[in-house]
């Protein structure tokens, strides 16, 4: 897919992320949120340990590809000629009456307006080899396991450095098909940073983040809730899967 692109291609010492670290959702992998803080001491300062260890020999890598864009309906069109179709879901209903039903697509500048938009797309890892560092220890593993979770969040922070905005990731409430990996690989080339995607659209290595980041000034999260039937219609019709494929990769 050729596309014309300002790509940045990076990486991410430890130390570099250590003050971008969600400790708060850390502590909820582990179960322990909301409970005293010194139900947090120990895990924590095994954390920090473990940290300690990893710095200088692992990093994070990221890409984030700045395109030019316009919406058409719930669907985003993205690249030199707008080549590429990127669909969207939409809300079924709202927590608060009057509200309005809100896509993704609505915080990028429609195509009928006659100007160009952009969005940014991002993937982040970490390297690989860490999975099977501490296989031999149940409690190290998972520790290892969460905390490059939280690692791979915070290099999608840090690039917000680079593009500020929201970063609705692939897998999230707001952007629940797993298939949009799919087209996103097809921009970013993940493989360059050492991602592979499973059938299913998951990313490997585990601790891998993909998404958007859109700039619009009033861009925020939402929870595309529960699909009706009428939209998987639609959304599977314009993704171009039949009902049986797209419900495959819709993640609850």
């Known amino acids: 897919m050729e596309l014309e692109t300002r790509k940045l291609k990076l990486s991410y010492t430890i130390s570099e992320l250590r003050p971008l670290i969600s400790w708060q959702y850390f502590y909820y992998a582990w179960g322990v949120a909301g409970k005293p803080e010194a139900d947090h001491e120990s895990l924590?300062?095994?954390?920090?340990?473990?940290?300690d260890e990893w710095e200088g020999i692992y990093r994070t890598r990221a890409m984030l590809v700045?395109?030019?864009a316009n919406s058409d309906g719930d669907d985003i069109l993205v690249g030199k000629n707008l080549e590429v179709r990127i669909p969207m879901l939409r809300q079924q209903r709202t927590d608060k009456p009057g509200e309005p039903l809100l896509s993704l697509a609505d915080f990028i500048r429609p195509l009928s307006q006659g100007i160009r938009d952009e969005i940014g797309v991002?993937?982040?890892t970490m390297d690989s080899?860490?999975?099977?560092?501490?296989?031999?220890?149940?409690?190290?593993?998972?520790?290892?396991?969460?905390l490059a979770d939280r690692l791979?969040?915070?290099?999608?922070?840090?690039?917000?450095?680079?593009?500020?905005?929201?970063?609705?990731?692939?897998?999230y409430p707001v952007m629940p098909d797993m298939s949009i990996n799919f087209i996103l690989d097809g921009i970013l080339n993940m493989k360059q940073i050492g991602i592979s995607l499973t059938e299913s659209g998951m990313?490997?290595?585990?601790?891998?983040?993909?998404?958007?980041?859109?700039?619009?000034p009033v861009a925020?999260?939402?929870?595309v809730g529960p699909i009706g039937e009428d939209q998987l219609n639609?959304?599977?019709?314009?993704r171009g899967f039949t009902i049986e494929k797209m419900n495959r990769f819709i993640k609850p």
């Open 152 to 171: 791979a969040e915070a290099t999608a922070e840090k690039l917000n450095t680079e593009m500020p905005g929201i970063r609705p990731a692939v897998g």
């Open 44 to 51: 924590r300062q095994d954390a920090e340990d473990m940290l």
């Open 220 to 223: 925020r999260y939402f929870n």
């Open 129 to 146: 080899d860490i999975e099977t560092r501490y296989a031999e220890d149940p409690y190290l593993r998972m520790l290892s396991m969460t």
């Open 203 to 216: 990313m490997q290595p585990h601790s891998s983040i993909s998404g958007l980041i859109f700039t619009h």
């Open 122 to 124: 991002f993937c982040t």
């Open 234 to 238: 639609d959304y599977a019709r314009r």
């Open 66 to 68: 700045r395109l030019p």
